[in-house]
C-alpha cells in the first residue's frame, strides 16, 4: 500500500469516526428534547388538570348556590300563600260568626285600639244594620274608662267589616284584614313553627 493510500484510508476512517459521533449526538440530543417534550407535557396535563378541577368546582359551586337561592325563593313564595290564604280564611270566619260573637270581637278590638280622647266609630253598612244597643254602651263605656269618648256614626263607612277609628282628624283602619295584616310578623312567626312541624314530622 502507498503512502497515499494509507492517507487516504486514514481520512477516511476519521471522517467515518466523525459521522459516527456526531450521529451519536443527535441521537442523544433527540432523546433529550423528547424528555424535555414528555416532562413539559406533564406539567401542562397537571396545571390542565389542576384547572379544570377548580374550575368544576367553581361550576358546582355556582350551581348549588343558584338551586338553594331557587329553594329559599320557593319557600318564601309558599309562605307569603299560606299567610295570604290564613288572613283570608281567618277574615272570613269572623265576618260569617254570628251577632253576639262578632260584635264581641269587635268589642276586644275595640278595647285594644281605643284612645284615651274623643272620637268617632263607623261601621259597616251591614254591621251598622245590625248592631246591638248592648255594643253601643259598651264602646262608649269603655272609652269613658280610658278617659275619652268615642260617638259611633250613623252613616255607614266604606269597610267590609270591623269599624274605622276617627281621632282628630285621624282615620284608624280596624278591618278584620288590617288588624291581622298589622300582625303579620307574628302570623308569619306561626306559619314558620307550623312548617317546621310539618317537615319534621
Known amino acids: 500500500m502507498s503512502g497515499l493510500d494509507k492517507m487516504t484510508q486514514q481520512i477516511l476512517q476519521e471522517a467515518q469516526e466523525q459521522a459516527d459521533q456526531l450521529l451519536i449526538d443527535a441521537k442523544e440530543d433527540a432523546q433529550k428534547a423528547v424528555e424535555q417534550a414528555r416532562q413539559e407535557c406533564e ?60 260584635f264581641e270581637t269587635l268589642k276586644r278590638m275595640f278595647e285594644k285600639f281605643c284612645h284615651g280622647e274623643d272620637g268617632q266609630m263607623y261601621l259597616s253598612a251591614q254591621d251598622l244594620a245590625r ?12 272609652a269613658a274608662e280610658k278617659g275619652g269618648s268615642i260617638e259611633l256614626q250613623d252613616v255607614p263607612g266604606r269597610i ?7 281621632y282628630g282628624g285621624i282615620e284608624e283602619n280596624c278591618t278584620f284584614e288590617a288588624v291581622i295584616e298589622s300582625d ?18
Open 131 to 142: 248592631v246591638p244597643q248592648e255594643f253601643r254602651d259598651l264602646v262608649a263605656k269603655i
Open 43 to 102: 406539567v401542562w396535563e397537571q396545571k390542565a388538570h389542576v384547572s379544570l378541577e377548580k374550575e368544576l368546582d367553581e361550576f358546582r359551586a355556582r350551581a348549588a348556590s343558584s338551586r338553594d337561592l331557587e329553594r329559599r325563593r320557593a319557600i318564601l313564595e309558599a309562605k307569603q300563600e299560606i299567610i295570604a290564604e290564613m288572613i283570608e280564611k281567618t277574615c272570613e270566619r269572623m265576618r260569617q260568626a254570628g251577632v253576639e260573637e262578632y
Open 184 to 201: 303579620r310578623s307574628r302570623l308569619q312567626d306561626q306559619v314558620n313553627t307550623m312548617l317546621w312541624r310539618e317537615c319534621n314530622g
Open 160 to 166: 267590609p267589616d270591623g269599624f274605622l277609628l276617627v
